[in-house]
């Protein structure tokens, strides 16, 4: 027959499950907002810029991340302000916020075939 008592183990167990699982939950959510909103990504794989042109009203912060083996640069050709990431790893990631609007494509400094724009617009 199925006991319906007050189990104090399988409470504190429950209880244990809850506790632990919160944190990680939190840490995800925290992570998790950013990217997804306000900060477009550009990812860089198989020496290519993905998108390779995006358009962002004016304050946003682009993150640059890099997903090939070769670490690649993501550096302005035209456009003020200037950026220039230097190398960025393979997994490492650059920021950059762009505060005026303008047109700014850029490309990578070892592979000057790797091209991208940016095109900020006034918001
Ligand atoms: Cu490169």
New binding site residues.
């Given amino acids: 027959m199925l006991s319906t008592r007050f189990n104090p183990r399988l409470f504190i167990r429950g209880l244990a499950v809850v506790l632990l699982a919160l944190p990680l939950l939190l840490i995800g959510t925290t992570f998790a907002r950013p990217a997804a909103a306000e900060e477009p990504v550009v990812l860089i794989q198989e020496?290519a810029f993905s998108p390779a042109a995006i358009t962002v009203p004016v304050g946003t912060t682009i993150t640059w991340t890099n997903a090939d083996v070769?670490p690649?640069?993501a550096t302005n050709i035209e456009g003020i302000p200037i950026f220039d990431s230097e190398l960025i790893v393979t997994d490492g990631a650059y920021r950059f916020t762009f505060t005026a609007p303008g047109t700014y494509p850029y490309f990578?400094n070892?592979?000057a075939f790797?091209r991208g724009v940016v095109i900020v617009t006034e918001g």
Avoid: L, S, V
């Fill in positions: 020496y070769a690649h640069t990578c070892y592979h790797m």
